[in-house]
């Protein structure tokens, strides 16, 4: 849910600028306020996250106090689920499977961070413009625009709280200009302090299964440890940082998993043995902005996943070759 949409800049966040400074501040400026904001603000608020035919509203409440990032988001159509994200552990609860989904790393969020790289790096692949100053949630916000250099990513739209930095809107955009997927604040509010019960779930879990991704189940073979993935055609501004070795439960092999980035989109490639190569997906899917693709390597699959282009995904399904080479 819009994991992908990271702006991550290395560059000193400004203070909160008001309306009289709106008009002196540069698009770079206001991603730099930005990528701390989403980080460092307390905010609570109802959110409506579009992609396709798709429509769902949440709840958001965010709190950073004593260097920690906490959240707790709560579905407020369909199913009924919570996503809460404390002391370095996201606990996904999904009270009509009964399961509790457990992921120890702690990265998901609404607005997630994958990388720190300078302006200058996103320059390289994104033309920055700023827009005029609008209203969502009936509040003030600037309107700043990355459109992509060239056709291995998407644009994004966003519109920038004017006092404190939070994105309330968040478009992506294809080639043509025309929205994918699009996440705004219908309301919002900036609290000094969120007290620790409002980021207790209110699902009771008592009786439910714990499903945990964070770590290995087993640890993988000799072989399987000394076997890694290579890119060898990176499309142009993506760079693998990532890659590890799991054995997922209820998996028979372990999954290796891949990420890239190019500091805004990122791509996950996902390759696990597989004995029966008739049954699994090949070629391109796409739901909204994801696309996806899936291919056989030897008697492994692997499927590549990202809110990029189809022909990023294929590029990096196309180019993958196993090695005894430490990535």
Known sequence: ????????????????????QAGDRSAQDWLAQMSDAVRTQNYEGVVVYRTGDQLETMRVIHRFADGQEDERLISLTGDAREIVRRDGEVRCL?????????????????????????????????????????????????????????????????????????????????GEGDSLEQFLFTSVGYPESIVDQALEPAIDTQGFREIRHGGLQSAPTAAEQAAFWEVTDVPPGFRVVGQSTRLFPGASTPVTHILLTDGLATVSVFAAENKLPAKVFRGVSSIGAVHAYGRMVDDHHVAVVGEVPARTVEQIGNSLRRTTDSP
């Open 1 to 20: 849910m819009l994991q992908r949409l990271t702006i991550a800049v290395a560059v000193a966040a400004s203070s909160a600028a008001g309306w009289s």
């Open 94 to 174: 999904l009270p009509r499977e009964r399961v509790v989904m457990i992921d120890e790393r702690g990265q998901s969020a609404l607005l997630p961070k994958v990388s720190t790289v300078g302006l200058e790096t996103l320059g390289a692949h994104y033309e920055f413009a700023r827009g005029v100053v609008d209203r969502v949630a009936d509040r003030a916000c600037q309107g700043v625009q990355l459109s992509p250099r060239d056709a291995y990513r998407f644009g994004y739209q966003l519109c920038i709280d004017v006092l404190t930095g939070v994105p309330l809107r968040i478009a992506l955009l294809n």
